[in-house]
């Protein structure tokens, strides 16, 4: 019988769409700045608005993906946020107006993070968080599926601007990075399959796999370039530009009968501009194997510091009692 | 999208008053050597200052302070200097921390050269 492959899409779409989340964080000398493909290391008020991508996914045949999500994240205390991140997605299936694809929101998610630790001098910086998507949420067309998937994720980041005077053309490189491990709520999902042309049922059974999320980010600071290493005299928009490289990637760990056991995931070579309130990205997707996808893609961001933008407001933590966390909304 | 696109036009127009104070500009520049030693360091930022809470010190490379009084923060707010000591020729680390007025703290720290 003719299965259309969109439960490897769904997955690959379910585990892309569960790294949007952002942040952005200072520390020391160094900004962290939102990233596209995974998530910083960051705890902060912010909004990412849109985020937009456009690829082409690892199905036979593959077929391409919008999506367009946001992201708002709010410190409940200086230290702790949580952000929820809706994602519209479309699906644009093989064969054109024949068989037109889908559309509809993916699973909402909520991210729950905690700075664990924060050292300016050596600008680290190491957060552990719980990622939920929250299963029924989402659009059934584009395969949202009904069960929560719980996501226990650490976060790290680390500015290499001790590094001696003898290498300071590296002082403005940082890394970053994200280790998770998805869990969904159920270990297998029963589906009744009705062939259109025989109207006999099929039950397609598909496990659950639990899958190890990981990911890091290289980037090349111009901003800490000049403010930290040395002032070139460059122009204000070159010195306002972090060049990055980011990597996300998705191995299932178990319960992998149906799912395989192929690591999948994107490389992401792109740019940051960095504004006083908000930030513009931009970045080219590269699949790391054919199961990843078919082509180059694209993802761009407009990301807002509500933390800048709404300092007495919005912008900072609900509870706070120091005063380089701004000011609590109630009391002190 | 319309919607989208009118948030963010409204977070863009709204977003251009406040936010962390970064260094900008410093004179003498941000690891540069300068060939006589400068009587003063002076920080230019993004933002305005909060000046009880805005401090520099400059360090020599043994460590020790060579300032020459307290950090003052200019009239537009935005400037913090501090006179400095007679310095010798050496390296001296800027170490900076300061409050915007929309209280955030950031910090940084950078070098100059005087006389190399």
């Avoid at chain 1, 479309?90 to 054109?96: D, E, K």
């Avoid at chain 1, 029924?136 to 069960?147: H, L, V």
């Avoid at chain 1, 709404?310 to 000011?327: D, H, K, V």
């Avoid at chain 2, 970064?22 to 300068?34: F, I």
Wanted: glycine share 8%; proline share 6%; hydrophobic share 40%.
């Amino acid at each position: 019988m003719l299965k259309f492959p969109w439960p490897l899409a769904i997955l690959a779409a379910c585990l892309a769409s569960a790294t949007v989340a952002r942040a952005h964080e200072i520390v020391g000398n160094r900004f962290f700045p939102a990233t596209l493909a995974i998530d910083d290391p960051g705890v902060n008020d912010e909004m990412s608005l849109p985020t937009i991508s456009m690829s082409k996914t690892g199905d036979d045949p593959s077929f391409k993906q919008l999506d367009i999500s946001g992201e708002f994240s709010k410190r409940i205390t200086e230290d702790f946020a949580v952000s929820f991140a809706p994602t519209w997605s479309r699906l644009y299936a093989p064969g054109g107006r024949v068989m037109n694809g889908a559309q509809g929101f993916q699973n909402l998610e909520t991210t729950f993070k905690y700075r664990l630790f924060k050292n300016a001098e050596h600008e680290f910086i190491i957060s552990a968080g719980l990622v939920i998507e929250w299963g029924g949420t989402g659009a059934k067309d584009i395969g949202a599926e009904r069960f929560n998937v719980y996501t226990p994720t650490i976060y790290f980041g680390k500015g290499f601007g001790d590094l001696p005077d003898s290498l300071n053309w590296a002082r403005p490189f940082a890394l970053t990075g994200q280790f998770g491990y998805a869990i969904p709520g159920v270990s297998q999902t029963t589906t009744i399959i009705t062939d259109p042309d025989t109207g006999e049922q099929d039950i397609d059974k598909e496990f659950q796999p639990r899958v190890f999320t990981w990911g890091a980010t290289l980037q090349y600071s111009m901003p800490y370039l000049k403010s930290a290493v040395a002032d070139l005299g460059l122009p204000d928009f070159v010195n306002r530009l972090i060049p990055i490289v980011e990597a996300s990637l998705q191995t299932p760990m178990s319960n992998t009968l149906t799912s395989g056991t192929v690591t999948t995931g994107t490389i992401n070579p792109g740019i940051i501009y960095l504004g006083n309130t908000f930030q513009v990205a931009i970045e080219a997707v590269i699949p790391v194997n054919r199961q990843s996808g078919t082509s180059v893609g694209v993802i761009g961001q407009l990301h807002f510091y509500l933390d800048d933008i709404f300092p007495n407001t919005l912008g900072r933590p609900i509870f706070a009692s120091s005063i380089n966390s701004g000011r609590p909304l109630f009391g002190r | 999208m319309r919607i989208i696109a009118a948030i963010a036009l409204v977070l863009a127009s709204t977003g251009a008053t406040v936010a962390h104070a970064l260094l900008d500009h410093a004179t003498p520049r941000v690891g540069s050597s300068v060939a006589s030693a400068p009587k003063e360091v002076v920080l230019s930022f993004t933002e305005r200052l909060e000046p009880a809470f805005s401090s520099i010190e400059v360090r020599n490379e043994q460590g020790a302070s060579v300032n020459a009084g307290k950090a003052t923060v200019g009239s537009d707010r935005t400037q913090l200097r501090v006179p400095l000591k007679q310095l010798p020729a050496g390296t001296y680390k800027v170490i900076w921390q300061v409050l915007s007025v929309d209280t955030h703290r950031t910090q940084g720290n950078f070098t100059f050269r005087v006389g190399q």
